[in-house]
Each structure stands twice: as C-alpha cells, then as structure tokens.
C-alpha cells in the first residue's frame, strides 16, 4: 500500500509505505532516487535459483535506488520492513551539496555491506544470528518492551537472509539460544534476554580466529 504525501521541495515526493510492501521490485523501469525519511527498507535479490538474499539495510538518512544514475531498471527490490516514508527524488535535479549527501551515504552503506559480508564468514550460524539480532536491534526494527528489554521485530526467514542460512537452520539456532536463556522467542520478535551473554558467544567464537 502506497500513499502520497505533501511535495518535499522542487524534484522530490514523499511517500509512505505499509510493512512488507514494496517501493519498486526487481527489473522495474527505474522512476528516480529515494531516501529513506522513517522506517527500514530491505534491499534484496533473487536468484536465477528462485532464492531471495538480502543485500542490504537502509536506515533514516539513507539513499537507495542507485541504478535510477546508470541504468534502466532496478537491479533488485526494495521492500519496506516497517511502516516507512521514503522521499522520492529526480537525480537531475540534484543540487552539489545533494550529491556529496548522496556520495556520503552510499560510501557508508557500502562499509556495512563489508562488514556484513566479513560476518557472513565468521563464526558458526549460531554466532552469525546472534551478530545479525544484534545489528538489527539498532535498526527501527529493535525496540525495549516494558521491562526494558532490548526485542527485535523479525522472523526467521529475515534472520534467514541476514546469516547466510535457511530457515530451517536458524529455526535449530534460535531453539538453542532459547534454551541457553539468551532469549525468548514470541510471535514475529525475538527478546534479548541476556545481552552479556549474547556478546559472551561472539567473543568466544572469535578467540580461535584470533588465535588462527
């Protein structure tokens, strides 16, 4: 579900976006830039396979839909993980100080990619969804219940996505960390019940890489 919004200044248009809808799909004619104003979108793509993989997360602040600057259509989806508003925005129209902005937030997303793809080779599934809770509770998807604890909002298929996995595999992951008492699961979230002992895991795991 799309609903425009009020104009946003001269080549751009604000719109909001319910969950799990999508502001473009892959191989979509391209209509322009969009930065993300609330919310988290996941960038994703699937392959020759019929498999979806995520290759990103964007977060308030940040600029997707680059391919609008080099190409005809969109090279992957981008689908709203939250109820989000996003600015759509015609790159002609793009002053200088816009386009440093621009450079500035694909060079930072470009250094999460990295490290996201350096965490997709450390460490056991188990440490990998534990890094990737840990990155998402920083994300408009994490948020504090009314105990003050930390929960992120995801399912298995997304933390799936995130760890390089199937589902089946981080389904037997999250059933140990539960058992561990590191969390608790309920419908569609996952709680942070001990966040000492989640951080404990992944320095664990890296002491034998340390070592290596």
Request: glycine fraction near 10%; avoid cysteine.
């Amino acid at each position: 579900m799309i609903e425009p919004s009020s104009r946003s200044g001269a080549g751009k248009v604000g719109l909001r976006y319910a969950r799990s809808s999508y502001i473009f799909r892959q191989y979509d004619p391209v209509m322009g830039l969009y930065r993300v104003e609330t919310g988290l979108i996941r960038l994703g793509q699937v392959t020759s396979r019929g498999r979806l993989l995520t290759l990103r997360l964007v977060q308030p602040g940040d600029y997707f839909g680059e391919d609008a600057l080099h190409a005809a259509a969109y090279g992957h989806h981008a689908e709203a993980l939250t109820n989000s508003a996003v600015v759509g925005i015609d790159p002609a129209q793009l002053s200088e100080t816009a386009l440093l902005d621009l450079a500035r937030s694909l060079g930072s997303q470009l250094g999460r990619v990295l490290d996201h793809e350096v965490n997709l080779q450390s460490g056991d599934l188990k440490s990998r969804v534990v890094r990737y809770l840990l990155h998402l509770a920083d994300t408009p998807l994490g948020s504090e219940d009314p105990e003050n604890r930390l929960y992120v909002r995801a399912t298995h298929e997304l933390l799936a996505e995130g760890s390089g996995s199937t589902r089946e595999s981080v389904s037997k992951a999250i059933t140990e960390l539960r058992a561990a008492g590191l969390i608790a699961t309920g419908y569609r979230h996952i709680t942070l019940t001990d966040l000492a002992g989640l951080r404990a895991l992944l320095a664990g795991a890296l002491q034998p890489q340390l070592k290596g």
